[in-house]
């Protein structure tokens, strides 16, 4: 099992979250997720994500942040 | 695996707002050769000559400049709605806003009637065109948050400013008889306590908490504080020509109003900014800082002013001008300049070139700026500018600093345009082979 990769980007102002998901899902491995917690919930993040074959989910967490899961949609992309 | 870009349908090309942002502080050192060309007599009354040529300078070459720049390349972006033509809009709004804005200071400084007329088409044509623009783009936007109700109410704020604005104009070319006093206050009232100020509370409600990481605004300001402050000026203006005690009582209550209102938006920003969850120092904190503590400082002024009726001096209304214009409203601006051009640097070219490696990090383009000398610079010009009011002889050496702080400006947007126009450069080349 390859471990998540987290991304905490609570405490970055935009363009930075988006500039390090970028980079995450550059060197996403099969099976591998990236955790990603955010103060506000990345809405231009999703098309892209959908553009580029990926999977996301998106849930509103106790402590009051947004954790978006994300993964490859199959492994030949 | 390919790289990842960015697609963004609805963002016009950078060329769009970067051909206002290099251009506005241009008009920031024309501003500040006035001054120091004209020197103390720029400061003897704030409705002379040079006074208003100075002024128009500042807030139709630069704020406007500035403000329509990054409305074009923002609401499509915000509200969903691409700008068909971009490059012809784009031209339409900033062609003839330059020709007017120097159109204007000339006819001020010479007092000709030609420059006038000049000045009326030009204008006329930019804020028409970019009306209609505003006010289509806003139609199509179903709804929307407080920063679109924001900009209509900017808008409204900004069809009577030029409205007022072109029958002054047209009233000193033709020497055609109007009621002089009270428009040449209310005018710049709805310029820059209405289209300048809504449009700023705007924005400040996304991009405040966005950029400075903040909480939100609570709901009972961005609900009420922007639709209040319209009513309020539109209040104002009703009072200004009602005859008697009941114009009189009005007006006033209306200033009041409009002054709870400006301190209520700088108490809560100031408070959201000091509660931040990002502790690291970012210098475009201080810009809203100074700007906030300068529109409080304004606000105590005009009081002062309405308390005293006519009997406030002349230093205390220039300083009151100053406060607010160069004061709060350019702080304000350049402070979401230094936010929105490194970003919008960034954001092109990741969309653009995204899998080459050599985008530089938004991180990076922020550091070749050094906006903490653009800071320095300007509360340095500010300050001297203040002492002018009283000491008319320092008011050369205000104009010598401003011109530093201009020109510092016009680098530092140069230098992302220069970035964007490298990497671009290197991208073509690595496409090439």
């Given amino acids: 099992m390859v471990m998540d990769i987290l991304l905490d980007v609570r405490e970055l102002e935009p363009p930075e979250p988006l500039e390090k998901v970028l980079e995450a899902l550059c060197v996403l491995e099969n099976g591998q997720r990236i955790r990603m917690i955010h103060h506000r919930e990345p809405h231009p993040l999703y098309p892209i994500l959908q553009r580029e074959g990926f999977r996301y989910e998106t849930h509103f967490t106790d402590e009051g942040a947004f954790e978006i899961l994300i993964w490859r949609s199959s492994p030949d992309n | 695996m390919l790289p990842i870009g960015l697609s963004f349908q609805q963002a016009p090309p950078i060329s769009v707002p970067f051909r206002f942002f290099l251009t ?261 904190l201080q810009f809203w800082r100074l700007g906030l503590g300068l529109l409080m400082l304004s606000v105590g002024i005009a009081l002062l002013a309405e308390v005293m009726g006519d009997g406030l001096p002349e230093p205390w209304l220039l300083m009151l001008g100053v406060l607010a214009l160069p004061g709060f409203i350019l702080c304000v601006i350049q402070g979401m300049l230094y936010k929105i051009v490194p970003f919008l640097t960034w954001f092109h070219l990741q969309s653009a070139y995204p899998g080459l490696g050599i985008v530089p990090n938004v991180r990076d383009i922020h550091a070749r700026f050094h906006a903490d000398r653009q800071l320095a610079l300007l509360a340095v010009a500010l300050a001297a500018l203040a002492v002018s009011c009283w000491l008319p002889a320092l008011s050369r050496v205000a104009g010598l600093l401003w011109m530093a702080h201009a020109l510092w400006l016009e680098i530092n947007v140069l230098q992302a345009a220069r970035i964007f126009l490298k990497v671009r450069r290197v991208a073509r080349i690595r496409e090439a082979h």
């Fill in chain 2, 24 to 284: 506005a502080p241009l008009f920031l050192l024309a501003a500040a050769t006035l001054l120091l060309v004209e020197g103390p007599d720029l400061m003897v009354h704030r409705h002379s000559a040079a006074a208003l040529a100075a002024a128009h300078l500042l807030t139709l070459g630069f704020s406007s400049m500035v403000m329509c720049g990054a409305l074009l390349q923002l609401l499509p972006v915000l509200g969903g709605v691409p700008l068909s033509h971009p490059g012809r809009m784009a031209w339409l709004v900033h062609a003839p806003l330059v020709a007017g804005t120097l159109g204007l200071a000339l006819a001020f400084l010479s007092g000709q009637a030609l420059f006038f007329h000049l000045a009326l088409i030009f204008l006329g044509t930019a804020f028409g065109c970019f009306g209609l623009w505003l006010a289509s783009t806003l139609r199509k936007i179903r709804g929307g948050g407080a920063s679109i109700q924001g900009m209509r109410a900017a808008l409204a704020a900004l069809i009577v400013t030029v409205s007022l604005g072109l029958v002054l104009a047209a009233a000193r070319s033709s020497g055609l008889t109007i009621p002089y006093v009270p428009l040449s206050s209310l005018h710049p009232l709805w310029g820059l306590g209405g289209w300048t100020t809504l449009l700023i509370a705007g924005l400040a409600y996304q991009l405040i908490p966005m950029f400075q990481l903040t909480a939100p605004y609570p709901a009972r300001m961005t609900s009420r504080l922007i639709p209040t402050l319209l009513l309020l000026l539109a209040g104002k203006t009703l009072g200004e020509f009602l005859p008697g005690s009941t114009g009189k009582a009005l007006s006033l209550a209306a200033s009041l109003g409009l002054d709870a209102g400006y301190l209520w938006f700088a108490t809560v920003t100031w408070q959201l900014l000091s509660r931040r969850r990002r502790k690291v120092p970012d210098t475009t």
